[in-house]
């Protein structure tokens, strides 16, 4: 057995410890397209071994060390890369560049985009013995890795691989990350292996977004940089408190500003329920647990409490005392928590505060989504005495990558506006979702509940919004704009990059080079929501300020100034439209809100704005507020553009229609709702503005839920496992809560209706009763035959590693979705999960089938993917499947047939 590195590689640690090697071998560097990996494996696996033939990944575990060994790859000199050592410093961090690498020829042409590449990384971890246990729980952060695996060394591997994400965001050094003490952070994730020697294999991508341009690194002959970290260490045996993530409000004024906290919980080996709360000593101030909320085995969860409060805190309270009682094998004990109280002043010029919401704001009865916060900002508050004083606009302002709300120097930019308020949403981290979807919805929760905490300390609020932003923040309040014109009076964006694609560009996508254009078009078109320009005829005449300095080398000014371009186009005039370009100034400088041109833009933009829409466009209704009253409430071909054009004065303006099947106006005071009915609109009167009728895809809009998200997996191992690592994911990267149970009490809350977030269900039918209900009811063209295939508009396609990811409708809830993720084998499963949406830019619409060659063809090894029709049925024109498939016998109706025959005869 080849073993490589030697014991003065390894951290020096006492018996009982992980100890995580620090020499590395490397494979590559191989190109990678941007926001790619979900579909990638490495080049490797179009180069299958004899020794393991099934999976590449093992092969190169034991792979012994070969200098001379090369690969092709676009990036390497005479087209070729191979084997590569490094070694991690004294504090862990590995730093893996090629220096040999001609990056500035291949960015001459190419730009960022022939900068991101993958490397494929290993080295050795070695699991100890605890108490003579089967097996041993370790926590681990994989710090700025995308994904990584464990390879027994002295036994037979697992198949198929099992890969876990990695914190390519680094918010292990978060302040919702950090640990008070341990070697882990409080976002570790709890893996339970047998005791040994493993390969630790890493796949690690360079991006742009999240590393930076390399040229502006202190050596820039090195070239693009990925720094890496793996820290570990042996997980306790019992349920722990976490001392970072938890979101708790500051008290203004001794009343605390938020209606909510949630605590951080870490399960040991056995599952866990949370039975009750407490909180001491504090007068006038308790705690309600919503519901009993349990976690898995190894599974974190932020438990979220409702806070109820009678009385002023006393300003000498300086923190009190939080209770969990929980029960885990059969026995009760308490992890409890002591919460500082943070005191502010509402009087003090500037004062600051951290407030605690819903995330979403939502009526359920239930646990959240999550539990958010914000940092407000006071300048010399109105009170109600007051009330005919003019209130200047509450400014939403939102933060770029990586920067967190509370920042110092984020709060400092913030322009002051006498008896003004500004409002500093999270977007749920630090990175946030792009302030798309989920992200979006966070940040307008924060501004919703600004009214109802101000009104505690009898202070008024204006009803107006000015949305800012900076960068990614900047982007985002461009995306918000155009999403939401009549919730704000002004606009204010600063080097705010034009779309996901335009900044650092998809076009070397390896993708490109093996899928059907027609099928890439078709995965291009999930990212059509988030299309800032798509969407620009929707600010027509509102006040917008663009900022940018000329020397920007990060977002270049070319994105603003695109920006306004497509508004002016649309409006036919630039009436409304300033463009600040500061010379000599780059990406950020201190005062880019406050300098005086942007303070007097301010003091004389116009609140009144044109008073009706020009075109309004869609390509989400849940996503779009709509303009001036009219609102497109259905698409008629789901994953396309939506536009509707105002030609006359008279409703329903059905002039200029594309793609809407349905809308919503206002006219005389009366509210109406126009149906298209073949070859004429079906006009309504309606007592309320109607609502959306369904809920819309892509697939990460499944992140967009306003309750907690449960995964419900079969009965397998394999299941449970994979469902326990997607909680994980979204814990981390979305800070949304998730349960986990399995297909037995799934079903049971289904027929009681108790699903209110997304749904997310593992396995195939014959594994998963929920599954077996929902392929059932035939509500999508999705099913599964038989017992090696599943079926796409009836359609079979059988195959190892054959997989399937599709959204559903959701069972409880209108607008709200669930999804299947299903394989004919275990590989098929674990390769339709990495198409699960964890990070943005991730191009997957509403289904995809996958087959093993997507390890190394990307999009290019998809058996199909598409939308489906405004009904849920096969859309072909918004759809993209292998034609060579056989027709399954009997199709998605036989199926039906064949699971009410099995059911009644179940009865």
């Known amino acids: 057995m080849h073993t490589y590195g030697s014991d003065d590689e390894m951290d020096e640690r006492p018996g009982g410890t992980v100890i995580v090697g620090r020499l590395w071998d490397a494979v590559g560097p191989f190109p990678s397209g941007m926001r790619e990996h979900p579909f990638?494996?490495?080049?490797?696996?179009?180069?299958?071994?004899?020794?393991?033939?099934?999976?590449?990944?093992?092969?190169?575990?034991?792979?012994?060390?070969?200098?001379?060994?090369?690969?092709?790859?676009?990036?390497?000199?005479?087209?070729?890369?191979?084997?590569?050592?490094?070694?991690?410093?004294?504090?862990?961090?590995?730093?893996?560049?090629?220096?040999?690498?001609?990056?500035?020829?291949?960015?001459?042409?190419?730009?960022?985009?022939?900068?991101?590449?993958?490397?494929?990384?290993?080295?050795?971890?070695?699991?100890?013995?605890?108490?003579?246990?089967?097996?041993?729980?370790?926590?681990?952060?994989?710090?700025?890795?995308?994904?990584?695996?464990?390879?027994?060394?002295?036994?037979?591997?697992?198949?198929?691989?099992?890969?876990?994400?990695?914190?390519?965001?680094?918010?292990?050094?978060?302040?919702?990350?950090?640990?008070?003490s341990g070697n882990t952070s409080t976002l570790a994730r709890t893996v339970s292996l047998r005791p040994g020697m493993y390969t630790l294999l890493v796949r690690a991508n360079y991006e742009v977004r999240l590393f930076g341009d390399p040229k502006s690194a202190d050596k820039p002959n090195r070239g693009p940089v990925i720094r890496m970290k793996v820290q570990a260490e042996v997980a306790g045996r019992s349920a722990v408190s976490l001392s970072g993530n938890a979101v708790v409000p500051d008290a203004m004024d001794g009343w605390l500003m938020g209606d909510w906290l949630s605590l951080p919980i870490r399960a040991g080996p056995a599952d866990v329920r949370v039975i009750s709360c407490s909180l001491h000593p504090i007068g006038g101030l308790a705690l309600d647990l919503v519901g009993n909320p349990c976690l898995s085995a190894g599974q974190t969860r932020s438990i979220a409490m409702r806070v109820r409060q009678t009385a002023p805190i006393k300003f000498e309270t300086i923190n009190c005392l939080v209770r969990l009682q929980v029960e885990e094998d059969g026995k009760r004990h308490s992890l409890s928590w002591i919460i500082p109280i943070f005191h502010r002043n509402s009087q003090l010029p500037g004062g600051r505060c951290r407030i605690t919401f819903a995330s979403p704001s939502s009526s359920l009865s239930g646990s959240p989504a999550s539990v958010s916060y914000a940092t407000i900002i006071i300048h010399r508050p109105i009170s109600d005495a007051e009330s005919n004083l003019s209130l200047p606009p509450v400014i939403l302002a939102l933060h770029g990558a990586?920067?967190?709300?509370?920042?110092?120097?984020?709060?400092?930019?913030?322009?002051?506006?006498?008896?003004?308020?500004?409002?500093?949403?999270?977007?749920?981290?630090?990175?946030?979702?792009?302030?798309?979807?989920?992200?979006?919805?966070?940040?307008?929760?924060a501004r919703d509940v600004l009214p109802v905490l101000a009104a505690k300390l009898?202070?008024?609020?204006?009803?107006?919004?000015?949305?800012?932003?900076?960068?990614?923040?900047?982007?985002?309040?461009?995306?918000?704009?155009?999403?939401?014109?009549?919730?704000?009076?002004?606009?204010?964006?600063?080097?705010?990059?034009?779309?996901?694609?335009?900044?650092?560009?998809?076009?070397?996508?390896?993708?490109?080079?093996?899928?059907?254009?027609?099928?890439?078009?078709?995965?291009?078109?999930?990212?059509?929501?988030?299309?800032?320009?798509?969407?620009?005829?929707?600010?027509?005449?509102?006040?917008?300020?663009?900022?940018?300095?000329?020397?920007?080398?990060?977002?270049?000014?070319?994105?603003?100034r695109a920006h306004l371009a497509a508004v002016a186009a649309w409006a036919g005039s630039e009436e409304n439209l300033t463009y600040l370009e500061v010379p000599k100034r780059g990406h950020y400088w201190g005062d880019i809100f406050k300098?005086?041109?942007?303070?007097?833009?301010?003091?004389?933009?116009?609140?009144?704005?044109?008073?009706?829409?020009?075109?309004?466009?869609?390509?989400?209704?849940?996503?779009?507020?709509?303009?001036?009253g009219t609102r497109i409430l259905e698409l008629e071909t789901p994953g396309r553009l939506a536009r509707m054009s105002r030609r006359g004065l008279s409703p329903p303006y059905v002039e200029g229609m594309s793609n809407v099947?349905?809308?919503?106006?206002?006219?005389?005071?009366?509210?109406?709702?126009?149906?298209?009915?073949?070859?004429?609109?079906?006009?309504?009167?309606?007592?309320?503005?109607?609502?959306?009728?369904?809920?819309?895809?892509?697939?990460?809009?499944?992140?967009?839920?306003?309750?907690?998200?449960?995964?419900?997996?079969?009965?397998?191992?394999?299941?449970?496992?994979?469902?326990?690592?997607?909680?994980?994911?979204?814990?981390?990267?979305?800070?949304?809560?998730?349960?986990?149970?399995?297909?037995?009490?799934?079903?049971?809350?289904?027929?009681e209706g108790r699903i209110a977030g997304s749904l997310i269900c593992l396995g195939r039918p014959e594994d998963n009763e929920v599954v077996d209900w929902m392929v059932g009811q035939a509500r999508i063209p999705v099913s599964f035959p038989l017992a090696d295939a599943l079926a796409v508009d009836g359609k079979m396609i059988r195959g190892d590693g054959t997989g399937v990811i599709a959204l559903h409708p959701h069972p409880c809830r209108t607008l709200g979705l669930a999804a299947i993720i299903a394989g004919n084998d275990d590989l098929g499963t674990e390769l339709a999960a990495r198409l699960f949406p964890i990070r943005t830019g991730v191009m997957v619409p509403d289904w995809a089938v996958v087959s093993p060659e997507m390890q190394w063809k990307g999009a290019g090894?998809?058996?199909?993917?598409?939308?489906?029709?405004?009904?849920?049925?096969?859309?072909?024109?918004?759809?993209?499947?292998?034609?060579?498939?056989?027709?399954?016998?009997?199709?998605?109706?036989?199926?039906?047939?064949?699971?009410?025959?099995k059911r009644k005869l179940g009865e």
């Open 458 to 560: 009898g202070y008024l609020v204006s009803e107006k919004t000015l949305l800012i932003g900076h960068s990614n923040g900047g982007q985002g309040a461009w995306h918000s704009a155009a999403r939401y014109p009549d919730r704000i009076v002004g606009l204010i964006a600063a080097a705010g990059w034009l779309t996901i694609h335009d900044y650092v560009p998809y076009t070397e996508q390896i993708s490109n080079h093996f899928a059907d254009p027609s099928l890439m078009g078709i995965l291009r078109s999930s990212l059509t929501p988030y299309d800032n320009d798509l969407h620009a005829s929707n600010l027509v005449g509102i006040p917008i300020l663009a900022i940018h300095g000329a020397d920007d080398d990060n977002v270049a000014p070319r994105h603003s």
């Open 40 to 180: 990638l494996a490495t080049p490797l696996h179009a180069f299958p071994s004899q020794t393991f033939p099934n999976d590449p990944d093992v092969d190169f575990a034991r792979r012994p060390y070969d200098g001379k060994e090369t690969w092709m790859s676009e990036l390497g000199e005479g087209g070729r890369v191979g084997w590569k050592r490094f070694k991690a410093n004294d504090d862990g961090w590995l730093e893996v560049s090629y220096s040999d690498i001609r990056w500035d020829q291949l960015r001459a042409d190419h730009g960022w985009a022939s900068l991101q590449y993958q490397v494929l990384l290993r080295t050795t971890i070695e699991i100890p013995l605890e108490a003579e246990n089967p097996v041993t729980p370790i926590l681990i952060d994989v710090i700025q890795g995308t994904e990584y695996a464990f390879i027994p060394i002295h036994s037979p591997p697992e198949v198929p691989t099992r890969w876990y994400n990695g914190d390519v965001y680094n918010f292990a050094s978060t302040p919702s990350g950090k640990q008070a």
């Open 861 to 901: 090894g998809l058996h199909g993917a598409g939308f489906f029709g405004h009904d849920w049925q096969y859309n072909s024109t918004m759809s993209w499947l292998h034609s060579s498939f056989p027709t399954a016998a009997g199709g998605t109706s036989a199926y039906k047939k064949r699971w009410a025959a």
């Open 661 to 751: 099947r349905k809308f919503a106006y206002k006219s005389g005071g009366n509210n109406y709702s126009a149906t298209l009915r073949e070859d004429h609109w079906d006009v309504e009167q309606v007592d309320v503005p109607e609502l959306p009728s369904r809920a819309y895809g892509p697939m990460i809009r499944l992140l967009a839920t306003d309750a907690v998200i449960t995964l419900v997996h079969g009965a397998t191992p394999h299941l449970k496992h994979l469902a326990l690592r997607l909680a994980h994911d979204l814990l981390v990267y979305h800070r949304i809560d998730c349960e986990v149970i399995d297909d037995k009490e799934g079903r049971d809350r289904l027929a």
């Open 402 to 445: 990586g920067v967190d709300a509370g920042n110092a120097e984020w709060m400092s930019v913030i322009p002051e506006r006498d008896g003004g308020w500004a409002v500093l949403p999270t977007g749920r981290n630090e990175w946030g979702e792009d302030w798309h979807g989920g992200s979006m919805a966070d940040a307008w929760a």
């Open 595 to 628: 300098q005086p041109k942007v303070i007097a833009w301010m003091d004389q933009m116009s609140h009144k704005r044109s008073p009706e829409f020009k075109t309004l466009s869609c390509a989400n209704p849940l996503e779009c507020g709509g303009r001036d």
